[in-house]
């Protein structure tokens, strides 16, 4: 009786590093059963299940949802809840940590920068004129949710870190994320915190940094268009400058 399982494989390049244990990271290879549907995070549970329960890395939803299981897959960002194994099968797949951040052990990255910056952009709804509880919410049509919504739907992967250039060589760079983030509060109708971000946002380490290469938004898997959103606040900023210095020196 012939089995319908097949017994196809497909191998794995790991990327390991253990402090304390390694002196440099160094790929390790494993061979994995091929499943047409099965994608990356698949074969690395098998890896940890089946073959070394010390393979380290970061995942939970597995629905493209929570954004933990970010790597480098033969080079590219990818969510590898959504890298499916048929895209490289019958090559090589060559699994990395994200770049541009340093590596806490194997495929786990250490966030601490991300998180750092990221309540520097106020990622949240400020209001100068809070009303209390029981005056109920403040509404907002379609017209204005689809202003920011967009920019709303980051899951914070960190793949567009990852992929810009600007942010490997100058690490103060607030980032493609963060500054989505940016745009998406100052478009929301009930928020009143432009002005608080602006300072962060037009600064020495903000959005004048982006050269415009837009691979941020090429790897996003959820179409935020963070280099959208940088040359929104890009124009925005200019913008400001030219109604607050230009403008009243014309006037004198």
């Known amino acids: 009786m012939t089995s319908s399982v097949s ?14 244990r390694d002196q440099a990271p160094a790929f390790q290879s494993f061979q994995v059963p091929y499943r047409e549907d099965w994608v990356v995070l698949d ?9 070394d329960g010390s393979l380290s890395y970061r995942w939970s939803c597995r629905m493209g949802v ?9 080079g590219t960002p990818r969510l590898s809840c959504a890298a499916f194994l048929k895209e490289y099968y019958p090559a090589t797949v060559r699994v990395e940590p994200l770049e541009h951040f340093p590596i806490e052990r194997d495929l786990v990255i250490s966030l ?3 998180m750092q910056k990221l309540p520097a952009v106020r990622p949240w709804i400020v209001r100068q004129d809070d009303r209390p509880l029981d005056a109920g919410e403040y509404r907002q049509t379609p017209a204005e949710l689809d202003w920011y919504k967009q ?3 980051c899951i914070n992967c960190l793949l567009c870190y990852s992929a810009c250039p600007v942010y490997e060589l100058e690490p103060r760079f607030i980032g493609p994320a963060a500054l989505a983030l940016v745009a998406r509060y100052n478009l929301d109708s009930r928020d009143q915190g432009r002005e ?21 938004s090429t790897v996003c898997p959820k179409d935020v268009d963070p280099a959208g959103a940088i040359q929104r606040l890009k124009l925005s900023s200019a913008l400001e400058w030219v109604k607050n210095v230009v403008l009243p ?4």
């Open 7 to 20: 017994s196809a494989t497909i191998t794995l390049e790991v990327l390991r590093y253990r402090p304390g």
């Open 112 to 114: 601490d920068d991300f």
């Open 196 to 216: 608080q971000r602006q300072e962060i946002a037009a600064g020495p380490d903000g959005v004048w940094d982006c050269t415009l290469v837009g691979e941020c």
């Open 249 to 252: 020196w014309g006037r004198r």
């Open 43 to 51: 074969a690395l549970n098998y890896i940890k299940d089946q073959i």
């Open 66 to 74: 929570c954004g933990s299981c970010g790597m480098m897959v033969n």
């Open 151 to 153: 920019f709303s739907m």
